[in-house]
């Protein structure tokens, strides 16, 4: 069963394989999910796609006793039914899927991730080293934790710490401010 990324909630048919992002109905967090066709295919104990019945019956490419059912998109090899991804309304095979993926050929296929935490955490360390930065800086890192907290993150589960991080040092450094310009208005 596919999961949200963030909750570990199980996530319905309606929102995998989407065009867009979809919220997940627990946690409310931005995801994609795109699988495979064969995981929800029920195959039989002990066998695996289809056999060929005769040997004038076209092949798979990848599985050459396998009865092909469709050709790819892409390339026209014929595809055997564990072979066929069905992509936006296409068929292809597993090598013009990655081919896509790799040379980018493929424009509604996620190739990175924006990790709005990180951005955040180095707006907020960086400018240490020059102090009059900060003053700026820490409330674009404040606005970016709050903005983004919900934004999905890596495709590799982790912790929002980094988000943690940089609020609790934007909000010191403002502090900081506070009682400079506090204390140079006091004298």
């Not at 596919?2 to 199980?10: E, G, R």
């Not at 180095?122 to 003053?135: D, F, N």
């Amino acid at each position: 069963m596919i999961s949200c990324t963030q909750c570990k909630t199980p996530l319905a048919g309606q929102a995998i394989n989407t065009y867009g992002m979809v919220a997940c109905p627990s946690c409310s967090g931005l995801l994609r999910a795109d699988v495979y066709p064969a995981l929800y295919r029920q195959a039989p104990a002990g066998q695996v796609g289809e056999t060929l019945q005769m040997d004038k019956e076209a092949g798979c490419f990848y599985h050459s006793r396998k009865k092909a059912v469709i050709p790819c998109a892409a390339c026209g090899r014929f595809l055997c039914s564990l072979c066929d991804v069905e992509f936006n309304g296409r068929h292809l095979c597993p090598i013009c899927l990655e081919k896509g993926k790799t040379k980018r050929k493929i424009t509604n296929l996620e190739n990175h991730r924006v990790c709005y935490d990180r951005i955040a955490l180095l707006i907020a360390i960086v400018p240490m080293l020059i102090v009059y930065i900060t003053i700026l800086t820490a409330p674009i890192v404040i606005f970016m934790t709050f903005r983004y907290w919900n934004a999905p993150g890596s495709i590799i589960p982790y912790t929002k710490i980094r988000f943690i991080l940089a609020f609790v040092i934007a909000v010191l450094q403002l502090v900081g401010w506070f009682i400079l310009f506090s204390n140079l208005v006091g004298n």
